[in-house]
């Protein structure tokens, strides 16, 4: 799917944004100074963080509802059943159920 690198490249910057946003906090708490990196303060830092990740979960819901829609889900079974029917006209047990034992 063309869709998940793109979730991934979201977690990895939702999650590296907060680390920044963390780093940058734990030094305004730690010294007199007030960090900003390319001007953005730590809670900006935890906006971006917030927004990529919110994005990462709607695209992979958003594609999981996609894989249950009827019509996907009757294709499948329809292909499940054919499978089994022809493994069973055929004599052979289906290929993911395993061979019986005597």
Do not use: C, H
């Amino acid at each position: 799917m063309p869709v998940l690198p793109l979730i991934d490249f979201m977690l990895f910057s939702g999650w590296t944004a907060l680390l920044i946003g963390f780093v940058l906090k734990a030094i305004a708490l730690t010294t007199s100074y007030r960090p900003s990196l390319l001007g953005l303060a730590p809670v900006d830092f935890l906006m971006i963080a917030a927004a990529a990740l919110l994005f990462a979960i709607a695209l992979a819901a958003r594609t999981w509802v996609k894989t249950q829609a009827p019509t996907s889900v009757a294709i499948r079974r329809r292909e499940e059943t054919l499978e089994a029917w022809n493994a069973l006209k055929s004599g052979s047990a289906p290929a993911n159920e395993p061979e019986p034992q005597d």
